[in-house]
DNA sequence: TATTGTTATACTCTATAACTATA
DNA sequence: TATAGTTATAGAGTATAACAATA
């Protein structure tokens, strides 16, 4: 039988725990002089890992609607930190490209991450985490089809 | 051992499933027209739960620094939603207090918000739901004395 | 006509510093 | 001197609508 108080607790700490990380992060960037915001480094290491996208589908994985993930990529471009490059069958999309810079940002920042990581999930074990990542992947799963944005 | 990659899933899958929950939570709010952000009827939620808090008290427990809270605030008075009300010991600080329209229109979004936590732990059983919200919690300990804010 | 990306606009949120008033 | 709250400012993110170009 369903519980309300229950889920409601769970959601209310799961949104904090997510922006108490997020802030945990912000504050890590910042004391190290990070030139990126965290939303730009997730950009950034997403077309690190996966080079050649469309923004269309930056878009829909990382939940930015379209506008934004122009704006961000353009940020990010400006800084040099990738390309958009034309594709050669589609003259209407870009295809986003970390350059050489693009990457060695990525891995000067990623220790930061790492510590933010290891800092957070301290003393739970790795059955915990992953039974914990399994349900979040089910909610995950309950609401994607249902958000509908601008992408 | 510590697993590097889970480490690093668990996270992001921990901050893209709290901004999913958001941006669904806003979407609801629009569609039903309803006339606050999520921000600010978390604020007016939390305030319903908790009267007569300091607004300090309000910034700690919602990751909201100083300034932050006093512009929530600001719009949340000027809806009619909540009162500053002086503290006659301390006449520096004021103690929020949830109006009576505050009280009616967190009642009229409420049902909006228990669709949606409903939608998002949808096939989740309570046991589930209890062990993944224990490590939630676990990760803000964790993080919690840690993150600095102008509080 | 539908899709991808851009532009424009307006608002909310965030972060920092500096200020006022009180303790 | 420290604390609670406010003000100012700048920038980042979000949401929507409308537009251009291409498929």
New binding site residues.
Partial sequence: MENYYLRKRVITTLVSTGLLTK?FA?QAF?EKELEL?T??FLVLGFVCDNDGL???QI?AVLL?????I????N?LEKKGLVE?IPDKS?????KIHATEKGREVHKYIEPTMIAVREEATKGISNDEIEFCMSILERIQDNLKEKVK??I
């Fill in positions: 802030v912000v910042a915001t939303t730009q469309y923004q269309r878009s930015k609607d379209r506008p934004n122009t704006r961000i990529i940020i958009r589609n003259r209407k999309v870009f944005m601008q």
